[in-house]
């Protein structure tokens, strides 16, 4: 860690020192100035030993693997009963929710309570609320997987990396792996068509977008048909019990505003300095209180 540390501060002092980041990857979630990171990908959970995590990307979805949910699977699942955190292979009602980020994710900081479900609110505000909201989302396809695109606020609009927003078929914005290489780096979330579950059934696989809110008996729902252009938002659902997927967020705070204190001790002003932009080996990330986090907020170890 050490030696990437020093690799990475070398870049920033070089070419980026000056640059503060409050930015990259982060969304809107009200107008209060609320703003979080998406998670790297979908959560993913292994009954037989308890363990969460982010998918591997942000494409990637287990489908038909939900089929074999129970106390003993030894493989993964990803399709969960609404506020199942504590409860996860559980196919009837739940009634008092449980955020699944109030348990340790493995490959997202491995401590209770580092990441949250968005609320109804926000994720209405993020989707329709934030200024630009209609142009940094659509549906598209990268690495053949059909899903949506979601752009942060500071994505430049006018840059090369367009999204086609009028367009109504996954099809019309295909990313292949390099091109999402670049996105991904830039805080680009992609929200995989993963289909839902009925009981041990999934359904709608690389068609439906059905993503769980933490106000209760909400979900966040787009048309299940590929050429169809029904509006993104969340909706009312009566099926608590169905399993949908799960793209958990992190609050983002803010640079410490450094005093006079800080600046006569090192040590403590280095650890209030503002965040800053690096790049290694093409892609960006974020250096801040001495350590190195991605766009999407997940520390490089």
């Known amino acids: ?51 969460w995590r982010f998918a591997d990307n942000q494409y990637d ?4 693997d939900n089929n074999n949910i129970s106390d003993t699977y030894d493989g993964w699942l990803d399709l969960f009963g609404w506020g199942s955190g504590a409860q996860p ?8 929710f449980v955020d699944w980020g109030t348990n340790p ?32 989302m659509a549906k598209a396809q990268v690495c053949g997987v059909n899903g949506l695109i979601l752009l942060p606020d500071a994505w430049d609009l006018t840059d090369t990396l367009i999204l086609k927003t009028d367009d109504k078929k996954y099809a019309d914005n295909m990313l292949d792996s390099a091109q999402w290489v670049e996105w991904d780096s830039l805080g680009a979330v992609f929200l995989p068509a ?25 979900r966040r729902l787009w048309t ?3 050429n169809y252009n029904d509006p993104i938002s969340v909706k009312y659902a009566n099926y608590a019990n169905w399993g949908m997927s799960v793209r958990l967020a992190k609050d983002y705070i ?38 190195i986090f991605t766009p999407h907020g997940l520390e490089v170890q």
Request: proline fraction near 4%; charge should be negative.
């Open 1 to 51: 860690m050490k030696k990437l540390y020093l690799t990475f501060a070398l870049l920033c002092a070089v070419s980026m020192m000056a640059d503060e980041v409050d930015s990259v990857g982060l969304f809107s979630v009200n107008d209060e100035g609320g703003r979080v990171f998406l998670a790297p990908g979908n959560l993913q959970y292994c009954p037989s030993t308890a363990v």
């Open 61 to 64: 979805y287990l489908g038909f």
């Open 89 to 96: 292979t559980l196919l009837t009602k739940i009634d008092d």
């Open 105 to 136: 994710i493995a490959n997202g900081g491995n401590e209770a309570g580092l990441w949250r479900s968005l609320s109804y609110d926000e994720w209405n505000y993020l989707l329709n609320g934030r200024v630009n909201a209609s142009s940094l």
């Open 194 to 218: 993963a289909g839902y579950r009925m009981g041990k059934n999934a359904q709608g696989v690389s068609s439906a977008r059905n993503y769980w809110v933490d106000t209760a008996f909400t």
């Open 224 to 226: 299940t048909e590929d």
């Open 254 to 291: 803010g640079p410490s505003v450094i005093d006079d204190q800080a600046i006569d001790d090192p040590p403590a002003f280095d650890d209030q300095s503002p965040s800053r932009k690096i790049i290694k080996d093409g892609r960006l990330f974020i250096l801040r209180h001495n350590k």
